[in-house]
């Protein structure tokens, strides 16, 4: 049984024509749509002296109008640095979960408008926001500053990509030459050693970061470019980085460190967490997807196995954060100070709010779902379902861990609810956990996540990031929750589609 990268996007029921008037549709849809709407009127670049439809980072929900200068609030323990918001402009990067949601609910409903909508602002963003090396404007350095009118960013403005994974496909119906170009790019600057596949985060063609998240991403574009063009270089280019990792796993785990350059003496680079299981493996199963190659696949599977083997506490029903190679869990407290702060030692902190980083549980359950479905696999099945007597037990969403880096957050705003993408991502996970095991209490758990997002985050036509801000707020994923909702709309299981399929 072979998954496809739409398992987790909406399934489109009913065959409705393109440009016909949408058919009654349920709640969540309605949300969506409103949403999506206020985007579209409001959420554009309406400032500065050059106007665009690129969307917003970041639109007040009482005004509907992005702030220049908007407040902290949590900044400090969301995304550690202010530009990564992208204040008072755009970041397509952040953006992409919206954009297919607009497409999705053109799709869903025959309303062209928002697909339209999509792809005037990508073409505009390709064709506008592009460096010297053909690489987009947009990553976790970049951002447009719609009131200057100018690209911009911080700390080198280097181009850097992970977390969330790029609208490949929707970027491609758009404009393919400029998609080529960005992914040759990645593999002209990225990719530091064409030999080893050893490769840098930034794109300043020198040794750095090796982030595991951050080559999952780059070999996911290769596969991408190997699937539209059949050449097999992309393929073996995605294979070569894959390669990196495997051949610096612990042999009697399985286990890889997530930066294998940083060495023994930071923790990055002799330990495994959640940023592999879940960002990682899951591109790794969408360059399965793309080239058939099974090796893809069997590096996932062997990652997921290796991590639901030792990071699996049967004592507690939880997770551990941090494995050391040997497959022993890295014991709490967790730090306040210092890079080490960001390990995340003892227990899975499910709410955590730090969007980047090594702690992506959710994620990494959605990827064993995956697996599941893609393999079959009795282990992973039960790892799967070992991840949803945990979230289940970690609900209603919010509350995280105090004495932490992010102790204040844990002691405020934290008690107010979640993040739009943990009820995304929660929500995606029970209904995988509905067509995996076919039991609809799954899907109860989604609506019920569903309605408390709803409940907490939506105001004035849009969605707030979370409950304790004033802000729609792309970093915060909206979009994911979006999309989640979209899906929700559709409760039969049907078969997957292909990658880039209409």
């Known amino acids: 049984m072979k998954a496809h990268l739409v398992l987790f996007a909406v399934v489109f029921l009913g065959g409705v024509s393109a440009g016909s008037a949408a058919e009654p549709?349920?709640?969540?849809?309605?949300?969506?749509?409103?949403?999506?709407?206020?985007?579209?009127?409001?959420?554009?670049?309406?400032?500065?002296?050059?106007?665009s439809p690129i969307l917003m980072n970041i639109l007040d929900v009482r005004t509907r109008l992005c702030p220049p200068e908007p407040k902290p609030l949590d900044e400090a323990y969301r995304v550690t640095r202010r530009e990564r918001r992208g204040p008072g402009g755009g970041n397509l990067w952040a953006d992409q979960e919206t954009i297919r949601a607009m497409v999705a609910l053109s799709r869903r409903t025959g309303d062209t408008?928002?697909?339209?909508?999509a792809d005037r602002s990508l073409g505009y963003y390709m064709a506008n926001l592009v460096d010297d090396k053909g690489l987009f404007w947009w990553g976790w350095h970049r951002h447009y500053d719609a009131y200057r009118d100018e690209m911009t960013g911080h700390a080198g403005n280097w181009h850097e990509i992970h977390v969330q994974r790029g609208a490949w496909p929707e970027l491609w119906a758009v404009d393919a030459q400029a998609v080529t170009r960005q992914i040759e790019a990645l593999w002209e600057w990225h990719v530091i050693d064409k030999t080893t596949g050893e490769v840098n985060r930034h794109d300043d063609g020198q040794r750095g970061c090796d982030f595991a998240?951050?080559?999952?991403?780059?070999?996911?574009?290769?596969?991408?470019?190997?699937?539209?063009?059949?050449?097999?270089?992309?393929?073996?280019?995605?294979?070569?980085?894959?390669?990196?990792?495997?051949?610096?796993?612990?042999?009697?785990?399985?286990?890889?460190?997530?930066?294998?350059?940083a060495g023994p003496k930071r923790f990055d680079g002799s330990h495994f967490d959640t940023s592999i299981a879940g960002l990682y493996c899951r591109c790794l199963l969408d360059a399965f997807d793309w080239t058939d190659d099974a090796i893809f696949?069997?590096?996932?599977?062997?990652?997921?196995?290796?991590?639901?083997?030792?990071?699996?506490?049967?004592?507690?029903?939880?997770?551990?954060?941090?494995?050391?190679?040997?497959?022993?869990?890295?014991?709490?407290?967790?730090?306040?100070?210092?890079?080490?702060?960001?390990?995340?030692?003892?227990?899975?902190?499910?709410?955590?709010?730090?969007?980047?980083?090594?702690?992506h549980p959710l994620d990494a359950a959605i990827t064993y779902v995956l697996a599941a479905e893609t393999t079959g696999d009795a282990e992973l099945i039960e790892a799967a379902e070992r991840w949803a007597e945990f979230i289940e037990r970690g609900l209603p969403a919010g509350p995280c861990q105090t004495g932490t880096w992010y102790d204040s957050y844990a002691r405020h705003q934290a008690l107010q609810g979640a993040y739009a993408d943990h009820y995304g991502k929660t929500i995606m996970f029970f209904l995988g956990m509905r067509r995996l095991s076919g039991e609809a209490r799954y899907e109860t758990m989604a609506?019920?996540?569903?309605?408390?997002?709803?409940?907490?985050?939506?105001?004035n036509g849009l969605f707030r990031g979370h409950p304790a801000k004033p802000y729609y707020e792309s970093m915060d994923g909206v979009g994911t929750l979006l999309m989640a909702l979209l899906e929700l709309e559709n409760t039969t299981v049907v078969s997957p589609q292909q990658p880039d399929a209409p």
């Open 447 to 459: 609506r019920r996540v569903a309605d408390e997002a709803i409940e907490k985050l939506y105001h």
């Open 297 to 359: 696949r069997d590096h996932a599977v062997a990652y997921l196995k290796a991590y639901a083997r030792h990071g699996y506490d049967a004592t507690t029903g939880k997770f551990w954060g941090s494995l050391r190679l040997d497959g022993t869990p890295v014991p709490g407290p967790r730090l306040r100070d210092g890079y080490a702060q960001y390990e995340p030692r003892g227990h899975i902190d499910l709410w955590q709010p730090y969007v980047a980083g090594y702690e």
């Open 113 to 117: 408008r928002y697909a339209e909508f």
């Open 213 to 261: 998240m951050s080559a999952g991403e780059i070999l996911r574009a290769f596969a991408f470019l190997h699937h539209q063009t059949k050449e097999p270089r992309w393929r073996d280019r995605a294979r070569l980085l894959a390669e990196y990792y495997w051949h610096r796993r612990d042999p009697g785990t399985n286990l890889i460190p997530n930066r294998p350059n």
């Open 25 to 51: 549709s349920g709640r969540y849809l309605e949300h969506v749509r409103e949403c999506l709407d206020v985007l579209i009127e409001h959420g554009t670049d309406r400032y500065g002296k050059v106007h």
